[in-house]
Nanobody
Framework: LYLVESGGGLVQPGGSLRLSCEFSGKTMDEYIIGWFRQVPGNERKTRACTSHTNVTTRCDDSVRGRFTLSRDNHKNTLYLQMNSLTPEDTGIYYC???????????????????????WGQGTQVTVSA
């Protein structure tokens, strides 16, 4: 299983970016897949948004209403649309996955990065004027 992120870059405050995560080697249907981020000066990764099923996504309070997660199982790709970006959103964004798992297990799964065993290489997002 491989995860490859793309779409990071430099954007001004208030701007938007869309990140993509290509999920290869397995089919995405039975996996929880999501985005975690690591802000400057903090080694800990925190969850931005995770997709637990085709219709169930969960986002951290800090991004809810600004970030939208979507998954295209046919293309085996996960997208994170990020709007109204602020400098506090600057960081390295990682795509991560856990599975395979049945739907009940996926719905009950947590948001700790320690619980996700597959990771991409990360993509840098910088929000600055």
């Amino acid at each position: 299983l491989y995860l490859v992120e793309s779409g990071g870059g430099l954007v001004q405050p208030g701007g938007s970016l869309r990140l993509s995560c290509e999920f290869s080697g397995k089919t995405m249907d039975e996996y929880i897949i999501g985005w975690f981020r690591q802000v400057p000066g903090n080694e800990r990764k925190t969850r931005a948004c995770t997709s637990h099923t085709n219709v169930t996504t969960r986002c951290d309070d800090s991004v809810r209403g600004r970030f939208t997660l979507s998954r295209d199982n046919h293309k085996n790709t996960l997208y994170l649309q990020m709007n109204s970006l602020t400098p506090e959103d600057t960081g390295i964004y990682y795509c991560a996955a856990h599975g395979p798992a049945d739907i009940l297990s996926r719905l009950a799964y947590g948001d700790s990065p320690n619980e996700y065993e597959y990771w991409g290489q990360g993509t840098q997002v910088t929000v600055s004027a």
